[in-house]
């Protein structure tokens, strides 16, 4: 897929066979500073959410984004190859620390554009995001879930790797209200 500066993407991905991505509760912060290093550059960051088999994140592609740059023989985008060394890295470290070999995760991250230009769909995709422990039955509140950005613009954690700027003005969050909005449920519909 080509990623087109300017336009907004749901980015997502889970481990191979449906496996567990995080086996220990230090690997989600590992990962999120491999985030940090790897994608944060590459895009506008809006949220995103660890589950202990996949992962959401929704990005706005910027100039840095859509930069070319030589893999071997490939030309791919920056963002593209952030996410491909983003696992890349991950998984080699996890395959280390479990003694396991293999891929970790599904061959191809899905990067699913939003219609950013219909408010609704990508409020949507941003508590869609937010709500995945929450249908999981991971956590009975979704601010008891640390993995997910829910809690940054919920006040409970100050550090982001989001541009909450950019959300705020994208999603007309109101951020008085956020926690109560952001429970509201989704229709599944608007991933189809």
Known sequence: MSIVKGEFYHVFNQGNNRERIFIQERNYSYFLKLVEKFIKP????????LMPNHFHFMIHANGQSIEKIKVGSLTLAKLTNGFRVLQSSY???????????????????????????????????????????????????????????????????KFSICNDTLAIKLLDINETDFEEESLKTVDDAFLK
């Open 42 to 49: 590459n895009c506008d960051i809006l949220c995103y959410c």
């Open 91 to 157: 998984a080699q470290a996890i395959n280390k620390q479990e003694s396991r070999t293999g891929s970790l995760f599904r061959q191809k991250t899905k990067f699913k554009l939003l219609e950013i230009e219909n408010s609704d769909y990508a409020w949507n995709c941003f508590n869609y995001i937010h709500q995945n422990p929450l249908r999981a039955k991971l956590v009975s509140n979704l601010k008891d879930w640390e993995f997910s950005s829910l809690r940054f613009y919920s006040g409970y954690s």
